[in-house]
Structures are given as structure tokens and as C-alpha cells.
């Protein structure tokens, strides 16, 4: 089974291996998001059964011992309890407790710390939103308000305040204008916004 490595829980987990399982028991439990129905067994609550060898020799490859003391330091994330005979199965099965709440707190605060990396300082970008000296020349203002509009957009799509859907929407017109206007634009990756060619 394919394991996800979500980086937003990796980078506040600060280990590879803990990500890992945390992200591979997440992938067990249907509907993430929704409301996860808990059932119960011997008394206590648990979202899903599964054979615990399973997981740590066939999805990760790692040892029983190797396992068992990363998960036990998952504490905050996942409770369990197991090696119970399941009749059904014919195999020792462990129950998965996944504390929502504090895996929500811990994705969210993860997103904020790659949302500080990512976001574009604007000083850096001043030379491009600049104004020109002003001019006679109406259709070279235009042309320099439509590329100050694209890149305000793409600040924001590089800021994840807008997804790709909604950027292309303005991006799209906006190179119209400026194409009929005969100028043509590039993308600058050190700056991460648009320039004139």
C-alpha cells in the first residue's frame, strides 16, 4: 500500500519515520474530514482494526521494535490497543484510535509554518510594482497597470490566498490586454512574478 507523506504534518514532526506512520494510519481512515464514526470493542473506542506486522513489515519496512517506539511517541496522535485475536480474521489485530482534533491542530500549524516559507516578501518585488514616471503615453500606463495586476495576482497565488482556477481566470485576461497591446510577458522564477520580454 502507497503511503502519502503529508508535509505539513512532516515539518512540524520533524521525523521522517513518524510522518510516515501517522500519514499511513491517516490513509486508513476513510473521510478525513467528515465526521469518523467511532466504534467500540472491549470497552474502549477506535476508528479501525488493522494487523499491525502489516503495517510495519509490508507498507514500511521497518523492524517490530523500530515501530512500536515510534508509534508510542504518536501518543498525542494515535492511541491503540491490540494483539487481540480477531475470530474473523485469523490474524492479531490492533485497534487504531486517531485523535482528530489534535491531528487537525497539528496539520493546520504545519500549513502555517510552509506558508512562511512560501510567502513573497514584498520589498523583494518593490522594483517590479514600481510606477513608471508619469507620461503622455496612456497605452504604455495601461500596459504597466495590467502587468502590476497579474503580479499582484500571482503574489497572492504564491501566497495561497487564491488556487490555480481563480489566478488563471484574471491571468488569462489580463495577457489578452497585453498581447493586443503587442507585449509580451515571461515569467521571472527568482522573483517568482512576471516581467516585460
Known amino acids: 500500500m502507497f503511503t502519502p507523506y503529508i508535509a505539513e504534518i512532516a515539518v512540524v514532526l520533524k521525523n521522517p519515520l513518524r510522518t ?16 469518523v464514526k467511532t466504534n467500540k470493542i472491549y470497552g474502549k473506542a477506535y476508528h479501525f482494526k488493522y494487523n499491525q506486522n502489516s503495517i510495519f513489515e509490508k507498507e514500511l519496512g521497518v523492524a517490530k521494535t523500530t515501530f512500536k517506539d515510534n508509534i508510542k511517541l504518536l501518543s498525542d496522535y494515535v492511541s491503540y490497543f491490540g494483539d487481540k ?8 489485530t490492533t485497534y487504531y484510535y486517531l485523535k482528530m482534533e489534535a491531528i487537525r491542530n497539528l496539520f493546520d500549524e504545519g500549513k502555517k509554518l510552509l506558508g512562511k516559507k512560501i510567502k513573497v516578501i514584498q520589498a523583494e518585488n518593490k522594483e517590479v510594482y514600481k510606477k513608471p514616471p508619469q507620461s503622455s503615453n496612456k497605452s504604455s500606463t495601461a500596459k504597466t497597470d495590467d502587468l ?6 500571482q ?27 503587442k507585449t509580451s510577458i515571461k515569467y521571472n522564477n527568482e522573483l517568482k512574478l512576471w516581467e516585460k520580454i
Do not use: V
Not at 21 to 30: D, F, G, M, V, Y
Not at 148 to 153: E, G, K, P, S, Y
Open 20 to 35: 510516515l506512520i501517522l500519514c499511513n494510519l491517516l490513509n486508513k481512515l476513510p473521510a478525513f474530514n467528515a465526521e
Open 85 to 92: 485475536n480477531n475470530n474473523d480474521s485469523g490474524y492479531n
Open 148 to 153: 502590476n495586476r497579474i503580479n499582484m495576482w
Open 155 to 181: 503574489t497572492k497565488l504564491n501566497n495561497n490566498e487564491i488556487d490555480d482556477d481563480e489566478f488563471n481566470r484574471y491571468f488569462q485576461s489580463l495577457k489578452m490586454k497585453l498581447s493586443d497591446n
